[in-house]
């Protein structure tokens, strides 16, 4: 029982022998959410009766995994934040900075594919997010000594833990709200889900404007808020690892997802493949990579974007001031969220991801042409455009993990772990942009976030024209809208129906 990098040791997935096996005795919901309760630890080949779970009997356990995203959203606030303070606090170089970016969604690279791939597998959710969350207090911790050192690696490596804890919560969280409910509403659970973390970065950047950072010294050295501010997240997330403990989270497994696959569609849909053949999943990772590293280096660089764009301002005042408009902009993004979570309860998801990644790289691109202050004066057309960009980058990362997963079945849990290891394009592209900046400047330099803003694109194209029909599938899915329900063209269904024709068949005969 080993810890193999990629995630393929240890705890393999169940077997469709096993699982077809299990489906003639299924558990009901109701025996799912009992074990909850007890907190009674699943094997990940064994079927729960989780994959029935109906909307009103997620509500709760979705609800308490929504707190861990406004946590993360709050993390990621202050990064983007703490990127341009060190600039000044620490004396270095943009492209030196984008070293917290490194460490953060570095750390995202290697824990999924190792020890939280496999801790989610082998212990369930519950226990990783417990997990994810301790590692997280304890890198929050480490921040106070960096401080009092005044140490950039310091930092990074503080930085690096946080992440490790983060991504485990990612690697757990993001699986967990996409398939604890209905499939229908799969897309529109992390969609909702995610709007809280996008609150949760909008309140990171206000805080540190008007709070956090509000008193650094006449120059803008001191980092004294700094480990106050890591020590209130230690206890805070400390607390929040004994909560979910006591709370009732259902388990769902391996062989759950499977089974909700296989009572989902058949010829519409759900063909078991092995993990290598998983084209779908392995093109939607690209697609996460490129885009959150684009993501994130518009975030990272989002005030030195200001900088630029009001040349008429000292650094310091511009820095406090670009801070406001990031939470601005993070405003926009938590709204497009919702706004994306209202769409995908009326039209599909794959059109919502196509219109928005285009719309993306339009104005993306008009940000990048646009300079309405010359050479002397403030860039109010760029800035306003690239906030726009903020608008549309909304609902892209929660999209690309749902409709990437539709259909792994058994695979889900390692599939989910592949998507949340893409995030480390968050470690390179910033550099990337970064390194770009300090030489041609802030605004040019965003041609880099558009080059992978267009790799990223290719993915919503190839679901509309192949993969529609088998995504549509699950979209009208009835599989725990009504409590024990199957659709009759699933390969349950139909053999459910076989069997009910065989025994009217006996029952005539006698």
Known sequence: MGVKFFGLGGNQEPSLDEIHTQQERRPSAVVAMDLARRRKSVADKEITGASQITTRQSIVPVTLVTILFFLWGFAYGLLDVLNSRFQVALDISKGKSSGLQAAYFGAYFIGPLTYSGWFVRKFGYRYTFMLGLGIYCVGALMFWPSAVKRSFPGFCGSMFIVGSGLSTLETSANPYIAVCGPPKWSEFRLELSQSFQAVGSVVAPVLASFVIFKNVGADGKSLEAVQFVYLGIAAFVGLLAIVFYFVPLPEITDADMADQAEMTTAATGYVDKPMRKQYTLFFGVAAQFSYVGAQVAIASYFINFYEDARPDLPRLVS??????????????????????????????????????????????????????????????????????????????????????????????????????????????????????????GTRKAMIVPLAFFLIAWAFPIYLNAFKAKELDAYSHSHVGVEPDAIDPDSRVGSVSMSKDVEAAHVEIKN
């Open 319 to 440: 820095q406090k001031q670009g801070a406001n408009y990031y939470a601005i902009a993070q405003g926009l993004f938590a709204i497009g969220r919702f706004s994306a979570a209202g769409l995908m309860y009326v039209t599909k998801a794959r059109y919502i991801l196509l219109a928005y990644q285009s719309l993306i790289m339009v104005f993306l691109a008009a940000a990048i042409g646009t300079n309405t202050g010359g050479s002397g004066g403030p860039n109010w057309g760029g800035l306003a455009l690239l906030m726009i960009v903020l608008f549309f980058e909304s609902c892209i990362f929660p999209t690309i993990f749902t409709l990437s997963l539709r259909g792994l079945g058994r695979h889900t849990k390692r599939g989910a772990s592949f998507l949340v290891a893409s995030v480390c394009g968050g470690a390179v592209i910033p550099a990337i942009l970064g390194t770009t900046a300090d030489k041609i």
